[in-house]
């Protein structure tokens, strides 16, 4: 960790702000940009240049040494942008990743291309998704299940945050034959999910980062990481559902191989490093086809 005498020593005249940053960044290596979004966040005062107080500048070493350990920035922030607009984000529910913005992408083209009236999803986590599709799509009803009582409670934030009445989330297994999936799906449905998919003996190969900041609940897939698609895929076709969803970047080849054993018409489409990121799964029986 660093240490603030340390810091100073290399600063010549009095540690104002920018003077820090300056040598944050080039003693240190982080970026400018972090520096500021932390600083203005930490200190009210910092556009008026008064020095840092000393509560403002031992909480600015505590967030270097959280950025050194190679943890994301955003928790420090507390929000992130998806889908041009900010969301709460918190320590315990998935941090949503860049990709899954083209999952909502790819959900509003369907939305647009075929009569759907309702997006059901597994797996609310922060919202994102869900809240994302709601507001882009005021005409249709969505509703979003998560497991975890703290996605939920955050979920419910970030709705506050965003007041749509066309969404609303559910703490439950989607599963759950009383209160999942059945409860508001209608024959126009579409199915959105990104679901846990890592293989369970893979989570002790993932980041240290992600192992302690995301929960295995978010993350863990079972044995071979495709227990929800299995279970979403029979759910698809039980009500010739449309199905979206994200996909690990070595999935591609195991849901075409699933997507054989049920009469799915499947699209996989890939991320912008050009691996397998999402599948379009469309019952070969359903009205859409
Ligand atoms: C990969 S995270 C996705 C979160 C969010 N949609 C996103 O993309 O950032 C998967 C989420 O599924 C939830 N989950 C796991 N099993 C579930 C179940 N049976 N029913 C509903 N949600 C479940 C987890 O708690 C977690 O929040």
Same mark, same amino acid.
């Given at each position: 960790?660093?240490?603030?005498?340390?810091?100073?020593?290399?600063?010549?005249?009095?540690?104002?702000?920018?003077?820090?940053?300056?040598?944050?960044?080039? $003693? %240190?290596?982080?970026?400018?940009?972090?520096?500021?979004?932390?600083?203005?966040?930490?200190?009210?005062?910092?556009?008026?240049?008064?020095?840092? $107080?000393?509560?403002?500048?031992?909480? @600015?070493?505590?967030?270097?040494?959280?950025?050194?350990?190679?943890?994301?920035?955003?928790? @420090?922030?507390?929000?992130?942008?998806? %889908?041009?607009?900010?969301?709460?984000?918190?320590?315990?529910?998935? @941090?949503?990743?860049?990709?899954?913005?083209?999952?909502?992408?790819?959900?509003?083209?369907?939305?647009?291309?075929?009569?759907?009236?309702?997006?059901?999803?597994?797996?609310?986590?922060?919202?994102?998704?869900?809240?994302?599709?709601?507001?882009?799509?005021?005409?249709?009803?969505?509703? #979003?299940?998560?497991?975890?009582?703290? #996605?939920?409670?955050?979920?419910?934030?970030?709705?506050?945050?965003?007041?749509?009445?066309?969404?609303?989330?559910?703490?439950?297994?989607?599963?759950?034959?009383?209160?999942?999936?059945?409860?508001?799906?209608? &024959?126009? $449905?579409?199915?959105?999910?990104?679901?846990?998919?890592?293989?369970?003996?893979?989570?002790?190969?993932? *980041?240290? *980062?992600?192992?302690?900041?995301? &929960?295995?609940? #978010?993350?863990?897939?079972?044995?071979?990481? =495709?227990?929800?698609?299995?279970?979403?895929?029979? /759910? #698809?076709?039980?009500?010739?559902?449309?199905?979206?969803?994200?996909?690990?970047?070595?999935?591609?080849?195991?849901?075409?191989? =699933?997507?054989?054993?049920?009469?799915?018409?499947?699209?996989?489409?890939?991320?912008?490093?050009?691996?397998?990121?999402?599948?379009?799964? /469309?019952?070969?029986? *359903?009205?859409?086809?």
């Amino acid at each position: 960790m660093i240490k603030w005498n340390d810091l100073v020593s290399s600063i010549k005249n009095q540690p104002t702000w920018n003077a820090l940053i300056q040598a944050l960044h080039t $003693t %240190y290596g982080v970026p400018r940009r972090s520096l500021i979004q932390l600083i203005t966040r930490l200190s009210p005062h910092y556009c008026q240049g008064s020095p840092p $107080t000393f509560n403002e500048r031992k909480r @600015l070493l505590k967030a270097i040494s959280w950025l050194q350990q190679g943890h994301p920035i955003d928790y @420090l922030l507390g929000e992130i942008v998806f %889908y041009n607009r900010s969301f709460y984000i918190q320590r315990g529910v998935l @941090l949503p990743r860049v990709e899954t913005e083209w999952l909502v992408d790819l959900a509003c083209q369907f939305i647009r291309q075929y009569p759907i009236d309702t997006v059901i999803e597994l797996g609310a986590g922060s919202g994102v998704i869900g809240l994302s599709l709601a507001l882009e799509n005021p005409h249709i009803q969505v509703a #979003a299940w998560d497991i975890s009582q703290r #996605a939920i409670a955050l979920t419910k934030q970030n709705h506050s945050r965003h007041p749509c009445s066309n969404f609303q989330c559910l703490l439950g297994s989607f599963f759950h034959p009383q209160t999942g999936y059945e409860q508001v799906c209608t &024959p126009n $449905t579409l199915i959105v999910s990104n679901p846990p998919y890592i293989p369970t003996h893979d989570l002790p190969h993932l *980041s240290d *980062s992600v192992q302690q900041l995301d &929960p295995k609940q #978010a993350l863990d897939g079972k044995q071979d990481g =495709l227990f929800f698609y299995k279970k979403l895929m029979a /759910i #698809a076709n039980r009500h010739q559902l449309p199905l979206l969803c994200e996909i690990g970047f070595n999935q591609g080849d195991a849901i075409r191989h =699933l997507a054989t054993s049920i009469p799915f018409m499947l699209d996989i489409k890939p991320d912008l490093a050009g691996h397998d990121r999402f599948a379009i799964l /469309i019952p070969k029986n *359903s009205n859409l086809t």
